[in-house]
């Protein structure tokens, strides 16, 4: 256990169902991003979370949904998917700025299939 | 827009031996961030290189950071199975901004 939890492990969707996505972590840090990992492409950036505040999104299409009610969770809201969106979804945080020196914590991720 | 470059993408090695992973990082990067992850499982963090010069080492690893050269190494000292995985370098133009990860090097050890 990395300190950063992401539920559920899997998740089949179809592409008319609405789903979410969380990730919940205890370790103090006041930044929660969402990242994205298919097969054959780098680990996307999608979204950032600074102290619930949302400072960046990737261009992300609005068939994703991001929600950050307190510093320690987040949420990735799922609807009308398509399968290019299979990927492992993955948590991480972090504390901002210079207390960033020890990079992101990640969680096991989120393996979503779209069908 | 920092883009970063790991290569090789793939690498095959015997047990025993040593190699290097490269990576290239296209602008400045306060600070640069090697990843391993084991298949199905989550990013681990390894090291984080702050300035020029810096080197780290943890068993078998040893990785180090040239930032005139935009260049950071990972290199494999005696290679055990233990250490076939993924690895990521990421790289960050500044504490407030986001990782930028390469495409991974994904390292398989054999006998």
């Known amino acids: 256990e990395t300190g950063v939890t992401q539920t559920p492990r899997h998740l089949v969707m179809g592409m008319t169902n609405k789903k979410s996505l969380k990730c919940e972590q205890h370790l103090g840090h006041n930044a929660m991003y969402w990242y994205k990992q298919s097969a054959k492409k780098p680990l996307e950036l999608m979204f950032v979370?600074?102290?619930?505040?949302?400072?960046e999104n990737n261009s992300v299409p609005s068939r994703f949904s991001p929600e950050c009610p307190n510093s320690s969770h987040l949420f990735l809201h799922l609807h009308t998917l398509q399968p290019e969106d299979s990927a492992l979804y993955l948590c991480?945080?972090?504390?901002?700025?210079?207390?960033?020196?020890?990079?992101?914590?990640f969680g096991s991720g989120t393996r979503l299939t779209v069908v | 827009e920092l883009k970063v470059e790991q290569n090789p993408l793939f690498l095959s090695m015997q047990e025993g031996k040593n190699y290097t992973i490269y990576c290239n990082y296209s602008t400045t990067s306060d600070r640069l961030y090697w990843y391993r992850q084991d298949p199905g499982k989550s990013l681990e963090s390894l090291f984080v290189l702050l300035s020029n010069g810096a080197v780290k080492q943890e068993g078998r690893l040893m990785a180090s950071l040239d930032t005139k050269a935009r260049l950071s190494t990972l290199h494999i000292t005696a290679a055990v199975h233990d250490l076939s995985a993924t690895y990521f370098c990421a790289g960050q133009v500044t504490g407030n901004t986001p990782l930028v990860f390469g495409k991974g090097t994904r390292l398989s050890v054999i006998a």
């Open positions: 991480a945080s972090s504390h901002p700025g210079d207390r960033a020196n020890y990079g992101y914590t």
């Open positions: 979370y600074n102290f619930k505040e949302q400072t």
